[in-house]
């Protein structure tokens, strides 16, 4: 049989061919964390893995030394070098059959692993206001800086990152970093002079069982067999359509019962409208309860004329600070939108363009919908229109009228907070990072079960070292700060709870936890001071992970408990020099309960390093509290360096008071 080819056929055959070839080797991958700019860790041995063609040999070149492996059967291949000290910038190229791949910008220093819910999240941008500075001179090379991607999976643990790259603390990048990560960054490196990189694996609102490992979080059934419930695609989809359909559906009633629009000619955002029986505001405010009924739920519209005499106003840029709104908010001026935000906690900062503002009298309207709950204005928040040098004060004097009134939204389930889920897709990938240690700041979203926290977080520490391989992997976190209304309460709320649990957590070797009670803010879950506490994250670097012996490194922690007559004594470490008050006056803060009795308020004083607490009236003393408030603005008991003491409960003879080792 003769087959006849024209010459068209044989270019297209020789084609085919070659396609072929090429198809047969595919081209050498690497995870997203061995990239350009990466920070390896150093004085450890280097590991760089990816994958390949099954039984592809793959050369990996790094400073002078080469390393060929052959992928196994699934593909994968891992190269490791020996250790290195401290230094860069330097090359790598990786080349296998059919690619080569040039990595640049490498660095050799220490890195850690960040993780938690929002207030690890929180980024630059966001406290900015309180670091203006910081972020303007933000220049450091050597700090470097990994965002995880968001993403979770039940059924397995993933070997890569949705995406991710490395960035440097530059003024194009410093906005996104992490303000806790980026301040105790930055203060290691100063100490020590070595690059530093920050992987960043958090998720606002996250509880900690959704970052626990499957092997420890069988030890709690409820919630493993929750996330064993949520391998079935079926179901998330199901859920995730019901939600969708749930919310679409109850904002699109809000928009139709919403009467500020019903007059499609004149709505009440509109600058010619004039409002008739509104409602008034003396000073920005949540949302009034009148008569013992709390305010309903659905859409409120408020309203505040101000006045501006420069006559340029129309050519000026101008900066409106609406604080914090419940829930979300559309933001008008003269009628034309300036800014809106979809939920609750971010601060209202918005930017009014050129040609809003006009000489004269202007008109602030702000659209207010409120999904459950109470809503409206968090007070104590900046309400105010910045014009050049000029500051508008707007936190008096606004009307405001209900434009629809509704049930409260459905609840959403939150399938990314499910147990298992982020530690399969966002820790899991990065175990074969090598790491000096691991920052962790959450708890606000387990405050409601503070019992469960001390195991929690023991297993997932137990859970992340195995993982990684490092038995003694450090592991600092933060205790929560103080937060909410204050009270006159001995012994109140659970977040005093959940920081026992945290300070009991210090039993694990290799642990240090940051205090912060002074730090926090009473009307914002979310404070901004993220410098003192990265700093105050650093000085537990400094002894866990560094070795350093020149303390406190800390605020004072409590170290023994004596009843002696009607005194209780308390010894404390991390004191340095001597123990005080911040505030220079009498020590308060503590509290003592008689066997089967309620906590009372007791005097306390300093006496050559010690507390001592008078405890006369009191019948059989057997507990002590300090600092046990949602909010303890009372606590003021410092050492040396003006650290604050951690809050603590104690059962007097209970051999768990004794944390600490000299």
């Known amino acids: 049989m003769k087959i006849c080819l024209n010459r068209s056929s044989v270019v297209c055959l020789i084609i085919i061919l070659v396609l072929k070839v090429q198809w047969g080797f595919a081209e050498v991958k690497l995870p997203h964390l061995i990239s350009d700019g990466m920070v390896l860790q150093r004085d450890q041995e280097i590991r760089i893995w990816g994958w390949a063609d099954a039984g592809e040999v793959v050369k990996v070149d790094f400073e002078g030394k080469s390393k060929a492996v052959t992928s196994s059967g699934d593909g994968k291949w891992e190269a490791v070098f020996p250790a290195m000290k401290a230094g860069g910038p330097y090359v790598m190229e990786i080349s296998g059959n ?27 941008a966001r406290v900015a206001p309180m670091f203006p500075d910081e972020i303007k001179n933000a220049n450091n090379p050597k700090i470097r800086y990994f965002d995880v991607p968001d993403a979770y999976d039940f059924s397995t643990p993933q070997l890569d990152l949705k995406g991710g790259n490395w960035v440097a603390a530059d003024q194009e990048n410093i906005k996104q970093f992490s303000a806790v990560a980026y301040f105790f960054a930055q203060k290691v490196h100063r100490k020590y002079g070595i690059p530093i990189g920050l992987v960043n694996a958090s998720v606002g609102g996250s509880p900690i069982q959704s970052w626990i490992r499957e092997n420890e979080l069988k030890r709690f059934p409820e919630d493993y067999e929750e996330a064993v419930r949520f391998q079935n695609p079926n179901l998330i989809k ?11 559906n109850w904002h699109l009633e809000v928009r139709k019962k919403d009467k500020g629009y019903a007059d499609q000619a004149l709505t009440w955002l509109d600058a010619k409208y004039h409002p008739e029986k509104w409602n ?15 305010p309903e739920n659905g859409v409120y519209w408020f309203r505040k004329e101000f006045f501006l005499e420069p006559e340029n106003v129309g050519d000026l840029e101008a ?6 709104i419940v829930d979300s908010d559309s933001t008008y001026i003269n009628g034309e939108l300036v800014g809106t935000t979809a939920y609750q906690y971010p601060p209202r900062r918005y930017k009014v363009p050129r ?6 009298k202007n008109i602030l309207v702000v659209r207010v919908i409120n999904e459950r709950g109470r809503g409206g204005f968090v007070k104590d928040k900046p309400y105010q229109l910045e014009v050049g040098e000029e500051i508008i004060d707007l936190k008096n004097d606004w009307s405001y009228k209900q434009g629809a009134v509704m049930p409260p939204m459905p609840g959403q389930t939150f399938i990314r907070f499910k147990p298992l889920g982020l530690y399969n897709a966002m820790i899991a990938p990065l175990q074969e990072f090598t790491a000096k240690g691991v920052l962790w700041y959450q708890g606000e979203s387990n405050a ?19 993982s990684w391989g490092i038995p003694d992997l450090p592991f600092l976190f933060v205790q929560l700060p103080n937060f909410m209304a204050p009270t006159d309460d001995p012994h109140s709320g659970n977040w005093p709870e959940l920081r026992e649990a945290q300070r009991q957590t210090l039993k694990v070797p290799h642990t240090g936890m940051a205090v912060t009670i002074d730090v926090g803010e009473a009307n914002d879950i979310h404070p901004l001071d993220k410098k003192t506490v990265g700093e105050r994250l650093a000085l537990q670097a400094f002894k866990v992970a560094y070795g350093e012996k020149d303390g406190p490194f800390s605020g004072p922690a409590l170290k023994q408990v004596k009843v002696k007559g009607s005194k209780i004594i308390l010894r404390f470490n991390e004191i ?27 005097n306390a004083k300093i006496e050559s390093k010690k507390v001592i607490l008078d405890c006369s009236g009191i019948i059989q003393p057997n507990k002590v509290c300090y600092a046990w408030a949602n909010n303890p603005t009372e606590a003021n008991l410092i050492n040396e360096r003006g650290l604050p003491a951690s809050p603590f409960e104690v059962v007097i003879g209970d051999p768990r008071q004794s944390l600490y080792v000299d």
């Open 319 to 324: 900066k409106l600070l609406l604080g914090t």
């Open 98 to 124: 059919a690619s080569v791949i040039s990595l640049k910008d490498i660095w050799l220093g220490d890195v850690w692993i960040c993780s938690g819910q929002s207030n690890m999240e929180q980024t630059m």
């Open 238 to 248: 199901e859920i995730e359509t019901q939600d969708r359909d749930n919310m679409r």
């Open 448 to 466: 409601g079960q503070p019992h469960k926290y001390e195991d929690q977080m023991v297993s997932l520490i137990e859970g992340w070292r195995k």
């Open 280 to 294: 008034e505001m003396k000073r920005l405010d949540m949302f009034p309860v009148e008569n013992g009924k709390r």
């Open 576 to 602: 340095g020099k001597g123990i005080h008050t911040k505030d220079g006056k009498q020590l308060k803060g503590f509290a003592v309960a008689g066997k089967g009795q309620k906590y009372q308020w007791v």
């Open 355 to 360: 040609g809003v503002l006009k000489p004269g």
